[in-house]
C-alpha cells in the first residue's frame, strides 16, 4: 500500500497522513475526466487561456502558504521553495498568452490542388506521475501546456507530497476549471497500473527515476500509449578555462549547480570535467566553497542548502559515497550525512572515480560532486559523453567560439555555455539516451499530447 504523509524531513516527525485512494474513486476520477475532455473542448482557446491566467494569479496570491507547504515535505529552503513558485507562475502565464497562438492551424498548399490544413486537438485524458523534488514546478509544465489544448489531467504526486498536491487541486478548482479537469489520485501501484491500461487515458507523463520510467513505458507500450518521460541525469560542468567572469563567478555559479535544491534535481551539475591546466586553481576553489557551505534550517530565509528530502535518500546517497571510496576514488572533501538518524548531508567531493566504479555511471542525487582532470577538448568530450544519461550539460569558456564547438560535441538534450543549466517557460526540457523521451515547456510542451488533425478539402 502506497503511503502518503508528509514526513518534515528537518526534524524526522510525521505530520500528516492521508489514505490511498479507493479503487472506487480511481474510477470515478477516470470517468469525470473523460466526460471534462468534451467540455474543455468546447471552450476557445482564448477561455482556456483565460483559466490558465487565473491559475497564474492564485499561485501569486498564495504564494508563502504554498511555498511554506514544500519545504515542510521536502525539506526546500524557503527562498527556493519561492523561487518554485515564481517559476511556476511564469509557466501558466507563459501559455496564456502563447498558447492560443501555437493552436493556431497549419495552412498546407495541397500539389493536388484544393485546400489543407492542420488543427491541432487534445488527446483525451492524461495521467501525470509526478516527482518530489519539484512539487509544483513538475506539474506546471505538465498540466499547463495540455489543458491549454484541451487535454484533461489526472495527477498522481509523490507520496511525500499530499499537501502540495491538494494545494494545487484546490487552485484548479477555485480557478474555474470543468469538473474533472483537473484532479488528484493518492493512487497505489497497481491503480496506477490500472489506469495507464484504461482505454479513457490517452498518455502518461512521468518524471521521475530510470526504473520508474521503464514500467510506466512498458505499461503504456503494451497498451499503445503515448508517453513523455523526463527521467535520470548526470550532468557534466565543463570548464575548458576561467571564462570572462573570473575565477570566482565560476566557481559561484559551480556551487549554486551543485547545491540549488541540495543537489536533487535532474539536471543539476554533478560531474565537473575541467582542463588540465585550470583544474587545480578551480578544484582547490571549489572544494573550499562547498566546505563553507554548512546545511541548515530550511525554514530560515539565510539557508541556502537544507537537508535532503529523506532520511532514506540520505542513507542512498551515503551507500554511494561509501562504495566510491572502497573502489579507490579520492576524497577531496570529506562530506556525508550529519548524523546516523538525519537527512541533513554535507557537501563532499571526489577525484579519480573510474569506469570501473559503479559511482561513475550513476546519478548522485545530492550534494557529492565528481571532479575529472581534462588532458584535452576532446577528452572532456569523451569524459563528459561517457554517461548513459543525455538530460543537460553546461560549458564554461571565455572564448564564445571555443565553447560553442564543445557544445555541440556533447550529446544531450539541453547544453548551455556560461550558465548551469535552469529553466524558464519558454526553453524545451527533456534529454536522450537513458534521461527520457520527449520535451516539456515552450511551444515544444504543447506539440506532444495533441492530434495533428488533417482537414483536406478537394
Known amino acids: 500500500m502506497t503511503h502518503y504523509a508528509v514526513i518534515n524531513p528537518a526534524t524526522g516527525q510525521t505530520e500528516a497522513e492521508y489514505p490511498a485512494a479507493t479503487d472506487e474513486h480511481v474510477q470515478d476520477c477516470l470517468a469525470a475526466a473523460e466526460k471534462a475532455v468534451a467540455v474543455l473542448a468546447g471552450f476557445t482557446a482564448a477561455e482556456r487561456a483565460a483559466l490558465l491566467r487565473r491559475v497564474a494569479d492564485l499561485h501569486a496570491e498564495r504564494r508563502d502558504e504554498l511555498a511554506a507547504i514544500i519545504t515542510r515535505e521536502v525539506g ?9 513558485v515564481d517559476i511556476v507562475i ?12 501555437f493552436l493556431a492551424e497549419d495552412v498546407l498548399n495541397p500539389t493536388a490542388g484544393g485546400s ?9 485524458a492524461l495521467l501525470g506521475i509526478m516527482p518530489w523534488n519539484f512539487p509544483y514546478y513538475q506539474v506546471a509544465r505538465f498540466a499547463a501546456p495540455n489543458l491549454m489544448i484541451g487535454n484533461t489531467i489526472l495527477l498522481k504526486p509523490a507520496p511525500q507530497c499530499p499537501e502540495s498536491a491538494l494545494a ?52 503504456a507500450g503494451r497498451h499503445l500509449k503515448k508517453v513523455v518521460l523526463e527521467l535520470g541525469g548526470s550532468d557534466p560542468f565543463v570548464v575548458l578555462d576561467a571564462d570572462g567572469a573570473g575565477m570566482d563567478a565560476l ?14 534535481a535532474c539536471n543539476a551539475a554533478k560531474r565537473f570535467v575541467v582542463l588540465d591546466a585550470v583544474y587545480d586553481e578551480f578544484v582547490e576553489n571549489f572544494k573550499a566553497a562547498l566546505a563553507a557551505t554548512a546545511p541548515g534550517d530550511p525554514t530560515d530565509p539565510a539557508t541556502f542548502l537544507g537537508p535532503l528530502s529523506s532520511q532514506a535518500a540520505a542513507d542512498t546517497l551515503q551507500g554511494q559515497l561509501d562504495a566510491a571510496v572502497a573502489g579507490g576514488a579520492t576524497v577531496l572533501l570529506a562530506g556525508g550525512k550529519t548524523a546516523t538518524d538525519s537527512a541533513y548531508f554535507r557537501p563532499a567531493v571526489l577525484a579519480d572515480v573510474t569506469p570501473d566504479m559503479g559511482v561513475y555511471y ?17 577528452h572532456a568530450i569523451a569524459i563528459a559523453n561517457d554517461t548513459p544519461f543525455g538530460l543537460g550539460a553546461s560549458v564554461h569558456s571565455g572564448d564564445a567560439d571555443r565553447a560553442a564547438r564543445v557544445a555541440d560535441q556533447i550529446t544531450a538534450g539541453m547544453v548551455s555555455i556560461n550558465e548551469a543549466g535552469g529553466s524558464a517557460a519558454e526553453l524545451p526540457f527533456g534529454g536522450v539516451k537513458r534521461s527520457g523521451v520527449g520535451r516539456e ?7 506532444e499530447f495533441v492530434n495533428r488533425k488533417l482537414v483536406r478539402t478537394r
Open 76 to 84: 526546500k529552503p524557503i527562498s527556493q521553495s519561492l523561487g518554485e
Open 90 to 101: 511564469s509557466i501558466y502565464r507563459y501559455y496564456a498568452e502563447n498558447g492560443p497562438g
Open 116 to 124: 489543407a490544413v492542420v488543427r491541432k486537438e487534445g488527446l483525451g
Open 168 to 219: 494545487m487541486e484546490a487552485i484548479f478548482r477555485d480557478a474555474g476549471l470543468p469538473d474533472g479537469a483537473y484532479a488528484t489520485l493518492f493512487a497505489t501501484n497497481d491503480q496506477v497500473a490500472d489506469a495507464i491500461a484504461d482505454p479513457r487515458v490517452a498518455g502518461v507523463s512521468l518524471t521521475g527515476s530510470e526504473r520508474a520510467g521503464s514500467a510506466v513505458a512498458e505499461i
Open 251 to 264: 566557481v559561484k555559479r559551480a556551487v549554486a549547480a551543485r547545491l540549488g535544491n541540495a543537489g536533487q
Open 362 to 378: 550513476e546519478e548522485l542525487f545530492g550534494p557529492v560532486a565528481m571532479v575529472f582532470r581534462a588532458r584535452s577538448e576532446a
Open 441 to 447: 515547456l515552450g511551444r515544444y510542451g504543447m506539440e
